[in-house]
Each structure stands twice: as C-alpha cells, then as structure tokens.
C-alpha cells in the first residue's frame, strides 16, 4: 500500500508528463526527417558529375601521340610550303617580266644549276651538303626518268627544284600548245616526284618575251634569270670556271650564279665547285635557294629585250 508520509501524485499528472514525452519524441523524429532531406538534396560541391573513361593507359597514350604528330606534320608543312615560297617582293615584279637579282643586302646569294637532273647531280649534293649551302636545280622533264630518286633526295636535303621544260626548248618560238607542253609537263612531273608545287622556271638560253613570261606567271611560276654565268656549259678547265664566279664583278649579295649539272657529262663542273664554295665562304657569302633570296628584299628585274635572243629563238613572239 503506498507509504501515507509520501505526497501522491495525481493521475492527470501523470497523463501530461505522458503528453510531454510523446511530444520531444514527435520534435526529435521530425528533425531527424528534415536532417535526412537536408542532406539528400544538398547542392553538389565538385560540378556534374564526370562520366568515367573507360579508355586504357595505353589507348590514351595513342590518341594523344596521334594529335601530336597532326599537329607535327601541319607545322612541317607549313614550313615546307614557305620554303618554296618567293614572297611579297617577287609578287610585285611586272607579268611580261622576270628576276636577274636579288635584294643587294645581307650575305646571301644563290647558286643555281641547269639541264639536271644527271649522274654529276650526287657529287653536287654531296658537296652543298659538305658546305651547308644551298641551291636551286632547274630541271628538265626529259631527264628525270633516267636519274630516279634525285628530285627527292635534292629536296630532302632542302634544295628547291624549279621548271626548266621538258626537251630544253626555245620558248620564244614555241605556241601555246607547246608551250604547256614543255612548262606544265615538267612542273607536273615535278609536283608528282616532290609533292611540291614549283614557284621558278628559268627559259632555256635565257630566251624569252613578254608573252612567255606572262604563260609562265599564269601557271604560278616566276621567270629566274641570273646574274653571273660561270660558262661551264662551254669550258673544260674547272679553275677557269670558278675563276669566272669569284672573280665577277657582280658577285655580290643578291647575286644569281649559273651552272650546269646534267644532260651531258659534268664533271668540270663539280671539280669547279669546291674552289667556288670555298671562295663564298672566304667572302663571307652564304647560298640558298633562290625563294629564300627573293623573300629577303626586292628583286632586280629582267624584262624582255635584257637578254640577246638566242639563234634557237625563231618565229619569236
């Protein structure tokens, strides 16, 4: 029975301490329900979500090597293309007229070497390559087929290949037929054993008019004259021919040199060359190619009635 001395707590006491508990439980469960939706819908902290690759180490290696060597090869052909390239001096010269020069500053001059390609062809580029000079082939059509694999090796050592015709003819007395024949033939063959589109021709006998300039510039080729002629064409004694380059009066900077490295045995030629190389050296005089020439200022220009007609000139226009 309960103790008489303690106080009784009456039953409607009891009931609200009832009441109290169930309505903590009631808050408790009620944050604890808004804590869970707080946390569920919180704003993510790093961004989308990021879709997992599931390409391998490797395959990621290939792919980014493969972009790599596009972006390698544009850059190399970019660079290929400005090398053959005779720039914004060169584009001013007349259409009826072409270049005997270049710009008279610097160091630099050009060798240039007609009626190749021929089997002399590899000394010469055994020694431009001994001398780290650079050069210009003017070749005819006719003899690439007997010389394989020269073209690609002068362009692989940087020498630029420019048109020459197809037989050596006269372009004064040729017509218009004939004259794609002899000049777009020849810059075609040259486009499918270089991949290089040729900027330069240089008419045979340094026979031409205003109106075989002006086919020629058409066609995206500038008419090459030159400045000194080293008459290797017409001598036999190698000292002679040297002798004529290093002792001009217009070796000078922006000069053209004329030599010859095929159709007929050269030989004087490349005995002539180191003489020639070692007396540009020794002048402090560089050779390039021709483009390269003409992109370092403005050309001298060669216009019709400069240069004597040669006798294979008939019927000239």
């Known amino acids: 029975m309960p103790d008489p001395r303690l106080p009784q707590r009456s039953s409607a006491h009891n ?10 439980l009631v808050v408790v469960f009620g944050l604890l329900i808004v804590g869970v939706l707080a946390y569920a819908l919180r704003p993510a902290e790093s961004g989308p979500a990021v879709p997992v690759s599931t390409e391998s180490a490797v395959e990621l290696a290939a792919r980014k090597a493969a972009a790599n060597a596009s972006i390698g090869a544009e850059a190399a052909a970019a660079v290929e293309r400005r090398a053959w390239g005779i720039g914004p001096f060169a584009a001013k010269v007349p259409a009826t007229a072409g270049v005997n020069s270049g710009a008279e500053t610097g160091n630099l001059v ?3 070497f007609d009626d190749g390609p021929g089997r ?4 010469i580029l055994a020694l431009l390559q001994r001398y780290k000079m650079q050069a210009t082939f003017f070749v005819v059509g006719q003899n690439v087929a007997d010389n394989p694999g020269l073209l690609r090796a002068m362009v692989e050592q940087g020498h630029v290949v420019a048109d020459h015709t197809w037989t050596h003819a006269s372009l004064p007395s040729l017509d218009k037929a004939g004259l794609r024949r002899e000049l777009i033939d020849t810059r075609q063959l040259i486009v499918d054993e270089t991949g290089r589109v040729p900027t330069l021709m240089r008419p045979p006998f340094g026979d031409f008019t205003g109106a075989t300039n002006e086919f020629s510039r058409k066609h995206g080729m500038l ?3 030159w400045t000194i002629d ?7 004694d190698s000292a002679t021919i040297a002798a004529n380059v290093l002792n001009a009066p217009a070796l000078k900077p922006g000069a053209i040199i004329l030599l010859h490295d095929g159709s007929m045995n050269r030989q004087v030629t490349v005995n002539a060359l180191p003489k020639i190389l070692d007396g540009l050296v ?3 005089l560089r050779s390039v190619t021709v483009p390269e020439l003409l992109r370092a200022g403005p050309p001298s220009i060669a216009r019709p009635g ?10 000239s226009n």
Do not use: I
């Open 282 to 284: 020794a002048r402090g």
């Open 15 to 24: 009931a609200a301490v009832r009441r109290r508990r169930r309505g903590l």
């Open 230 to 236: 080293s008459s290797d064409w017409a001598l036999e």
């Open 223 to 225: 008419p090459v004259l």
């Open 306 to 315: 400069d240069y004597k007609l040669s006798d294979y000139a008939s019927n």
């Open 110 to 112: 050009a060798l240039t």
């Open 120 to 123: 002399d062809s590899w000394d």
